[in-house]
């Protein structure tokens, strides 16, 4: 990749992050009354419900280690603002039809919704689901929209290395850097730089 594509690629990234930080101030949610119930408030157009399986979906992705998982950085909350108010209705349709579709699959493969999976079904079970990705994303035509999973695994990410908890726990951050250094030795195991 070269690397003007790739400054375009992340200014890209970053501008849909700062617009989804926008739209969650705007919003003035009440996150109490949001985190107390699955049930809870929506955000847009997902119900409390389907912010709650984002979270778990985010939480396998990104699980607790020796740093917060997807669900305390509260990604869930993120991609129910960023798919409302960002994505085409088209877009939209593909998330929220693929949650269904998610459960239904989950419902088969286990006999229980993904929330009540243990976390190592939970695991084997988007570890299949990001294999039919690739396959799908392989054999896809142009015009068809990209796989579901594939955007729900690509806003966990974003929305987790974008919050308070990813960019200051799991990287390592200088809110005020110094002087510009292109070369930093790095030892295997350090945390990256947010």
């Not at 305390?72 to 269904?100: H, K, M, T, W």
């Not at 966990?156 to 850097?177: K, N």
Request: one cysteine or more.
């Amino acid at each position: 990749m070269k690397r003007r594509t790739a400054i375009q690629r992340l200014s890209a990234l970053m501008g849909g992050a700062f617009l989804g930080a926008d739209s969650l101030l705007a919003r003035n949610i009440d996150w109490d009354v949001v985190d107390s119930s699955p049930e809870g408030a929506r955000i847009g157009l997902f119900s409390g419900r389907q912010i709650h399986l984002l979270n778990e979906i985010a939480d396998t992705i990104l699980p607790p280690t020796d740093t917060p998982g997807a669900k305390a950085a509260r990604v869930g909350q993120f991609i129910a603002v960023v798919v409302s108010d960002c994505y085409e209705p088209d877009s939209q349709a593909v998330i929220l039809n693929g949650l269904a579709t998610l459960q239904e699959q989950c419902k088969a493969a286990y006999g229980k919704p993904f929330q009540r999976c243990t976390p190592q079904q939970r695991l084997e079970f988007l570890i299949r689901l990001d294999e039919e990705q690739k396959a799908y994303t392989s054999n896809r035509r142009s015009g068809e929209p990209t796989h579901y999973f594939r955007t729900l695994k690509h806003l966990s990410i974003s929305g987790y290395f974008t919050s308070e908890v990813g960019a200051t726990q799991a990287l390592r951050m200088v809110e005020i850097p110094g002087r510009y250094e292109g070369c930093i030795p790095y030892n295997k195991g350090d945390r990256s730089w947010g």
